[in-house]
């Protein structure tokens, strides 16, 4: 099983609908969670950590779940721009720092 | 503020060469990662330094890779001798204090 899993998308939604995400990670001693954006060739970009009380940064929110291990990212009123490869990544344990990444899920926004 | 730059870009390798990657981090970021992402898994983690020293290597996929951080600054990931699987997307990251990570354009390598 892989630690860090998350939808296999593709995903192609119409522009102005809400789209969401989900992520399940193995280890229950993660600490640190974040949602990455990454567009085509580029380097991945934090968009969001993700808090125990789920946390809402404009048309996007995240939500934590440990008891069942997920985490999830939604995205409200999707714009062409939000097209891009969205990456969940967990910060396992307390003092370590490596991130362990999904394989990520494409979104598709169209017009 | 400048961002992780690495350098080069793309490099394209026989198999059994060398090759070198390096990354420079924000200035004044003494955290500093190397990832890789191969073609159709997830980005992994390679390692880490705390300025010039190792403090998380467990990625690190067998020794043809040595990374070094002299004086603490930029980094080089050397491959050698390079094979075939070693192919994909090696990131650069930095970060303050341990928190948030900034990740570099990649290294784009390619060993045929």
């Known amino acids: 099983r892989k630690e860090v899993e998350q939808d296999p998308g593709p995903f192609n939604v119409p522009e102005g609908a809400t789209v969401a995400f989900n992520c399940t990670y193995s280890?229950?001693?993660?600490?640190?969670f974040f949602w990455y954006r990454q567009d085509c060739r580029k380097e991945p970009k934090l968009l969001m950590s993700?808090?125990?009380s789920g946390n809402e940064d404009g048309r996007f929110t995240a939500q934590l779940n440990r008891a069942s291990q997920y985490i999830s990212l939604l995205i409200r009123d999707s714009k062409l721009s939000d097209s891009a490869t969205y990456l969940c990544?967990?910060?396992?344990?307390?003092?370590?720092?490596?991130?362990?990444f999904g394989q990520g899920t494409r979104l598709t926004i169209n017009p | 503020e400048a961002g992780v730059t690495q350098f080069p870009s793309h490099s394209v390798i026989e198999k059994g060469q060398t090759v070198t990657l390096r990354c420079d981090p924000i200035?004044?970021?003494?955290?500093l990662y190397w990832y890789r992402r191969v073609m159709g898994k997830e980005i992994k983690f390679l390692l880490h330094?705390?300025?010039?020293?190792?403090?998380?290597e467990s990625g690190m996929p067998n020794n043809r890779f040595l990374a070094e951080r002299t004086g603490g600054t930029y980094s080089t990931l050397k491959v050698q001798p390079a094979e075939l699987e070693d192919s994909g997307v090696y990131f650069c990251?930095?970060?303050?204090?341990?928190?948030?990570?900034?990740f570099g354009p990649g290294t784009r390598l390619t060993v045929t």
């Open positions: 993700v808090y125990s």
């Open positions: 990251a930095s970060s303050l204090d341990g928190g948030r990570q900034y």
């Open positions: 280890n229950s001693a993660s600490q640190s």
């Open positions: 330094f705390v300025k010039e020293s190792k403090q998380d």
């Open positions: 200035s004044g970021h003494d955290n």
């Open positions: 990544a967990v910060n396992e344990s307390m003092g370590a720092q490596k991130l362990v």
